[in-house]
């Protein structure tokens, strides 16, 4: 009997040793695991269980009374959504934004990493200083950048300054440069959030392997292709899942700066879902809308698991 | 010698070329690192204009008549440090508990066979998938029957249901990273498990850990969908909610005001972060080395 | 031996504080007995009690804050007023009801909602409101309130759901200054949209070059600042039974050619715009007329003293034979269906003083928006600001009220949408609107 009272002990007086099986060496279930998951469980069931079934059954359904009454519309909300020409539109914007915010920021924030890695002084502060934007709250910088892009904005003053073109352009307000406008905000914040995570994969890999690349004669390229890519693979794929999943719900980049508009050039399937729910007060279309954006999630998620030949996850 | 012939030779690391390369890698990541501060100078540039200086055009690039008269006025429009301690009690609240309940689920989820292991991390991994927003309102109801409206407790409760998921999907990875013999040798010793846990493989965990609370304390520090609609009275707004007055009507912002707030509101994260910075790192290698 | 002592310290710590908190409970019981007695003496400064009760009954009062803070309703109210006691709730604006939807579905509604005229209908549909037909007829003042707000801004398929509160209407604002120096009347600004047109180019001929800040890029402005030209002319957004929408007539099309004639002739600042409205550039001087609400009565105010001495206001430009139009939006207020009882009768109490000579002071003098009531255009203050107030006036007596229609808020999208296209040039006033047209009938069909 220890005559410690640390709070591993407590836990251990707690917890008889029955339920471990590695000391009784007994056979039989062993509910020790379950129990590990129990309070997330518990959590997770009472807290969003039941408000996702609730929303599951609300998207088969219209709200005749706030609080109230309901009415079955079977599939009604689902089809008035994909016969919707501006689901589409926002579909097609939404795999453009994608592209702006997982695969633009993976591949600057891959280069930057390598750049960093190979030892410059300064290291930290380069990682520290391009993580910040990270930080800052997405409303904010929707502003900032909503400002510098403006007509008054320093964008356009340092072009009209260059003399590159006579009059302010229009970047946010335009339908061809909506969407560009948000992916430079989107770039800014995401960069240094794949920086810092390909960084740490980068300097987890053992110097020792490139001294037996170098030995070998393998040249930069190839060392880089055949065995920094392959050891990066897992830290990859845990930012492209979690940007892929971000991207198919995030809307307040594109809401905050330019609304979706002008005329849907800049909608994105989240920002309209939002208009639908929260705006146009349709709830039960809202519901369907957030399920096919769950199941849009899903899918592709599924899909880069899959292609990539992973049991990572 | 031809362009290409040359790249080359800088890529393959020949000795002549590498002073130039480490200058050329410098020079790109200064001017990346400047790319990337611009908009964070203007911030703070902005809130130390007047009113009348920000909408001048071209814009004044240095604050002609640095004031912090926007601070000052800002920090007059509520009592934003009783907001503050709110946020740092949401968040610090939101990040301990997730991780109590994440980590052991992470951690059997990741070394342990058992029936149904994959379902249920399918089940937690699927939370990361929902739009949170269409759970708003179901989720509202719920917890105003249960009494968790306008409380702190309450949106804590929120959020840690929210990031369950995520943080289950980072410390996963993590654990099963580890090596594998740890508990062998344990069990050998005639450990029980749960002490194992605590005792050995959480320690190990830390720069995970670090990892996790860093990314929930700082996303639930700025969420402000959940803290609007589950905090009614004032005295317990978070900053992200208190943030949103300066916004008033598309178009009416009160930038100078708007920027010195955010400056504010982001410091404690910043010095936060290069605090921890370090055990980040060493997290994030950890999360990712197989 | 450690355990027990620990034990007994719990314990006694623990009778401590049950002790504590009986004396607090004890404390508060006798406060509420005492008051108690001696509140059924107090006289009510209205002469009216409610409820009878020892307490006030505590309603809560939920707005919409953004510039302006209604919560100043309930201090003023709760100043003057012992037996009911607001407790106000504002949001900002950009949360655009969110919350409060998550409230009454929860059933916790607040007893009195001051609701943005244009969600009315849908609020109205879901069921969140009290219908108040008997209440609204009732009211003393009823003969005295503006027409427009007695046909639209209260009702809804032929109930009334709320009171009319604080008004926002639409009027351009012109500096006397910058008119006298370019040779036009300052008593006499420009009535139809050829004079608007044509002050414009006097305008800008004497150096101003930029005479008129507007835009219409924000949703919400198509209806603020557009319609009332469409009205003006006779034309209609959507007919009698709001069956079909007609912004695809004549009407329509010749007040978005005024717009684009605007754009086109660099009169005006870029109407597309979304990033600021038009106040800054107007109380800068930079510009010398500028399209707003009656918000910018208090925001040029506060930024250019001076200016503010030498402004008028006027009624938006008409076509020729038309009648000059314009919008009436702000609040109405309501009571909500779940409230009953006492605090439904506290709620109506409220909702009733509003409209008062006291409650139409807070409107114009404190947030700078208009009453409902002729009678509270008939104080010093609006008096003394007769070059303000007239338009404004004769505003609330030829505009119109938004139409109740409880999915106007899908339709202003496809509105906004193509005064856009037509203004960037991408697309002729005529085809935009009855590109519109289709998809706000496919709205209203669906």
Not at chain 2, 62 to 67: G, K, M
Not at chain 3, 319 to 327: L, N
Request: hydrophobic fraction near 45%.
């Amino acid at each position: 009997m220890s005559s410690r009272n640390t709070l591993s002990d407590r836990i251990g007086r707690f917890v008889p040793d029955r339920f471990s099986s590695s000391t009784t060496g007994e056979p039989g279930i062993n509910w020790t695991p379950y129990l590990y998951l129990l309070p997330a469980f518990v959590l997770y069931a009472v807290v969003l269980v039941y408000p996702f079934i609730d929303t599951f059954i609300l998207s088969f359904q219209r709200i005749t009374t706030l609080g109230g009454e309901r009415r079955w519309v079977g599939l009604q909300n689902y089809e008035a959504i994909l016969s919707d020409p501006i689901f589409w539109r926002a579909s097609l914007n939404t795999v453009i934004f994608s592209i702006g915010m997982v695969f633009v920021p993976l591949v600057l924030g891959l280069g930057l990493a390598i750049l960093i890695d190979t030892g410059v002084s300064g290291t930290s502060t380069f990682r520290s200083l391009i993580f910040v934007p990270v930080i800052v709250p997405l409303v904010v910088a929707g502003i900032i950048f909503g400002w510098l892009l403006g007509t008054n904005g320093l964008l356009n003053s340092v072009l009209v300054g260059a003399g590159i073109i006579e009059e302010p352009m229009r970047f946010l307000n335009s339908t061809t440069w909506s969407l560009p406008s948000v992916l430079v905000m989107v770039i800014w914040k995401r960069t240094g959030y794949y920086l810092v995570i390909l960084l740490a994969g980068l300097q987890g890999i053992p110097d020792n392997v490139y001294e037996a690349a170098r030995v070998a004669g393998k040249s930069r390229w190839a060392t880089f292709r055949n065995i920094t890519l392959p050891l990066l693979k897992p830290a990859i794929l845990v930012t492209v899942i979690i940007g892929i999943i971000d991207s198919v719900k995030a809307f307040a980049h594109v809401y905050v700066m330019t609304g979706g508009g002008p005329s849907h050039s800049s909608e994105i399937l989240a920002t309209y879902f939002y208009k639908v729910a929260f705006r146009f007060f349709q709830f039960g279309k809202g519901a369907a809308y957030g399920f096919i954006l769950f199941a849009i999630a899903l899918t592709l998620s599924l899909l880069v698991i899959r292609f990539s030949g992973g049991s990572e996850i | 010698m031809s362009v290409v012939t040359r790249i080359r030779d800088v890529i393959s690391g020949d000795s002549d070329v590498r002073t130039v390369t480490r200058v050329g890698t410098l020079a790109t990541l200064t001017v990346a690192t400047i790319l990337v501060a611009i908009p964070l100078y203007w911030m703070v540039a902005t809130s130390l204009k007047t009113s009348v200086q920000i909408g001048v055009f071209p814009p004044y690039l240095v604050p002609p008549t640095p004031t912090i008269d926007p601070f000052i006025n800002a920090l007059q429009t509520g009592p934003w440090v009783q907001w503050f301690l709110n946020t740092v009690v949401i968040s610090g609240g939101s990040t301990i508990l997730v991780l109590a309940l994440a980590t052991p689920a992470a951690y059997v989820l990741g070394r342990r066979e058992f029936p149904a292991r994959k379902p249920l991390y399918v089940l937690f991994i699927g939370i990361l998938m929902i739009p949170a927003q269409i759970l708003l309102i179901p989720m509202y109801t719920l917890f105003s029957r249960i009494g968790l409206i306008n409380t702190r407790i309450g949106l804590i409760v929120a959020y840690s249901a929210f990031f369950l998921g995520f943080v289950v999907f980072l410390l996963h990875s993590f654990f099963t990273n580890l090596p594998d013999n740890v508990e062998d040798a344990a069990h050998i010793g005639g450990v029980p498990e749960w002490r194992t846990f605590l005792r050995v493989i959480l320690p190990m965990a830390k720069p995970g850990i670090a990892t996790a609370a860093i990314f929930v304390f700082v996303f639930t520090w700025n969420e402000f969908l959940f803290a609007l609609t589950f905090l009614q009275t004032q005295e317990l707004y978070t900053i992200s909610v208190g943030l949103q007055q300066f916004q008033g009507l598309r178009g009416t912002v009160v930038y100078n005001q708007l920027f010195a707030m955010s400056t504010l509101a982001t410091l404690p994260l910043l010095i936060g972060f290069a605090l921890f910075s370090e055990q980040f790192i060493k997290g994030m290698a950890g999360l990712n080395l197989k | 031996m450690s355990f027990d002592d620990e034990s007994d310290v719990d314990r006694r710590r623990i009778l401590k504080a049950i002790g504590a908190s009986s004396v607090l409970g004890l404390a508060g019981c006798s406060g509420n007995g005492g008051s108690g007695e001696t509140e059924d003496e107090t006289d009510n400064t209205d002469g009216t009690d409610a409820s009878g009760d020892d307490e006030p009954v505590e309603i809560t009062y939920r707005d919409r804050s953004g510039g302006s803070d209604p919560s100043i309703y309930a201090d003023v109210y709760n100043d003057s007023h012992d037996s009911i006691e607001i407790n106000p709730s504002m949001k900002p604006v950009e949360e655009k009801y969110r919350a409060l939807i998550a409230q009454i579905s929860a059933g916790n509604s607040p007893e009195v909602l001051g609701l943005d005229v244009v969600y009315l209908p849908r609020f109205a549909q879901l069921g969140a409101l009290d219908t108040i037909n008997d209440f609204f007829d009732s009211r003393e003042y009823t003969d005295e309130i503006f027409q427009p707000l007695k046909e639209d801004f209260i009702n809804w398929n032929d109930d009334v759901y709320a009171m009319p509160f604080w008004i926002d209407l639409s009027a351009y604002y012109y500096n006397k200054n910058h008119y006298e120096e370019a040779g036009l009347d300052p008593e006499n600004p420009p009535e139809t949209f050829q004079e608007f047109l044509d002050a414009c180019e006097t305008l800008q001929q004497a150096g101003y070059d930029t005479p008129l800040s507007n835009t219409l890029g924000f949703v919400g402005l198509e209806s603020f600042f557009y319609l009332p030209h469409v009205w003006a002319g006779g034309g209609e957004f959507l007919n009698e039974d709001k069956t079909e929408c007609l912004i695809d007539e004549q009407p329509a099309v010749d007040a978005l050619n005024f717009f684009l004639e605007l754009q086109e002739n660099g009169y005006s600042t870029d109407q597309t715009s979304t990033e600021s409205f038009t106040y800054g550039a107007f109380a800068a001087e930079e510009t010398s007329m500028m399209y707003g609400g009656g918000t910018g009565v208090g925001a040029v105010k506060s930024q250019n003293e001076e200016l503010f001495e030498n402004m008028g206001t006027a009624m938006f430009p008409k076509p020729e034979g038309g009648t000059r139009s314009s919008f009436l939006g702000g609040d109405s207020i309501s009571v909500s269906s779940q409230a009953s009882g006492e605090k439904r009768e506290a709620a109506l109490e409220f909702i009733d003083w509003v409209n008062s000579e006291e409650g139409m002071k807070v409107t114009v003098e404190d947030l700078g928006y208009l009453p409902a009531r002729k009678s509270g255009f008939d104080t010093e203050y609006v008096k003394n600001r007769q070059d303000i107030f007239g338009a404004f006036r004769q505003g609330m007596e030829q505009g119109h009220a938004p139409p109740m229609h409880p999915r106007f808020l899908e339709m202003q999208g496809p509105l906004n949408n193509a005064i856009e296209r037509v203004l960037l040039g991408n697309q002729d006033p005529q085809p935009a609107l009855t590109q519109a047209a289709e998809t706000i009938n496919g709205v209203l069909q669906s």
